[in-house]
């Protein structure tokens, strides 16, 4: 591997993958390595999340929720970006690059769908093919993602392995790339997998930490006291954090799934009840049993419900840079209905974790800027919705 790119993030990070998939990592670290300097790609890409993505995104004062809570919060609104996510910013910069390494296929994995529908979509507009693995169990419960999928030109294949569901999809999708690296550029999700995805996917997803970090100036005047992101492979905290990774007096807050609380076991936060390992090519926090067997995460929110996190969240966490605590089903769903009937914003349920645990800490927030990252709309969790909150009175006050 070409040292050129730092590989690591403090112990975290690297290259833990099969020597086959060595020359396919080290090519694309070269091309990304020429790309990122080149002022024609950079352009191109800017004008794409211009014209087409619709960056900037907004930043909106919570003017009701502030009030309700007695802070003074922000909301910078990845929901409005085209495909309802900030899984896009990744998808057309990745699909950028390949394109102009002379590739004409994109394999990506998918777990509830969204990151397989923002590449189906980047695939649609550059002309690639695409093709997308999905575990078996997540396609039979993501039914309308699989069908835009489709819709939008690509091919979806149900993975049978394993749990079927997105940890086998992505050992599916590393495994097709491995078997046609010339033609293939394999469009990883989040801020995770092997030197260079982490860092690649991270400068993808920085814009959203530029603009809300020159929004917040312009518009409050002033920096956030505090940053706050939900977290599952880590791509819209990181993307965030990197805005103000120089404003030390920014505190910074990933938030986790802690699904039906840790000490049942039922959840996805990886600080709180995991420790360092191996998965999926990079050594970070997961959640292992004794023996080092990968456990089953859980959580409302799809999006978030992944054993393991981005590596340079790791670093962040024990350089004490950033906090990682957790919102549970319960909470985020609290967070949710306080934006809904608030703001008139139905947030991602993986967003609504970050809202959650701002309610949670409100007596601690009293008075602070709170900047939030809404990093998606919830349209698509309606059935999720509907069945997690029938019973609680959907129509209820906060
Ligand atoms: C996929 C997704 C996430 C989780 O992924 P990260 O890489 O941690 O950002 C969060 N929010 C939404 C809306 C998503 O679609």
Partial sequence: MSLSAPTRFGDYG????????????????RAWLAFRGDPAFM???????????????PLTPARRLSAAIGAEVWLKREDLLHTG????????????????????????????????VATATACALLGLECT??????????????????????????????????????????????????????????????????PSIVAEFQQVIGQEARAQILAQAGALPD??????????????????????????????????????????????????PGVLHGAYTYLLQDADGQVRETHSVSAGLDYPAVGPEHAE?????????PYATDAEALLGFQALAKLEGILPALESAH??????????????????????GRGDKDLDTLRAALGQQNPGGAT
């Fill in 226 to 275: 505090i940053a706050v992101a939900c977290v599952g492979g880590g791509s819209n905290a990181i993307g965030l954090f990197r805005g103000f990774a120089n404003d030390v007096d920014v505190e910074l807050v990933g938030v986790e799934a802690g699904g039906e609380g840790i000490a049942g076991g039922r959840h996805a936060a990886r600080f709180a009840g995991g420790s």
């Fill in 132 to 197: 997308v693995y999905m575990g078996a169990v997540d396609a039979a419960r993501q039914r309308p993602n699989l069908l835009r999928m489709e819709l939008l030109g690509a091919r979806v294949i149900e993975v049978e392995h394993g749990q079927k569901t997105l940890k086998d999809a992505i050992n599916e999708a590393m495994r097709a790339w491995v078997a046609d690296p010339h033609e293939s550029h394999y469009l990883l999700g989040s801020a995770l997998g092997p030197h260079p995805f």
């Fill in 43 to 57: 352009s191109e890409l800017a004008a794409l999340l211009r014209d087409y993505a619709g960056r900037p995104t």
């Fill in 14 to 29: 690297g290259v833990f993958a099969p020597e086959t998939l060595m020359a396919p990592l080290e090519a694309l670290e």
């Fill in 354 to 375: 970050a809202v959650g645990w701002v309610l949670k800490e409100k007596d601690k927030l009293r008075r602070k800027r709170v900047l939030i990252n809404v990093s």
């Fill in 316 to 324: 962040l966490h024990d350089r004490g840079r950033a906090t990682y």
């Fill in 85 to 116: 996510a900030h899984k896009l910013n990744n998808t057309l910069g990745q699909a950028l690059l390949a394109k102009r390494m002379g590739k004409t296929k994109i394999l990506a994995e998918t777990g509830a769908g969204q990151h397989g």
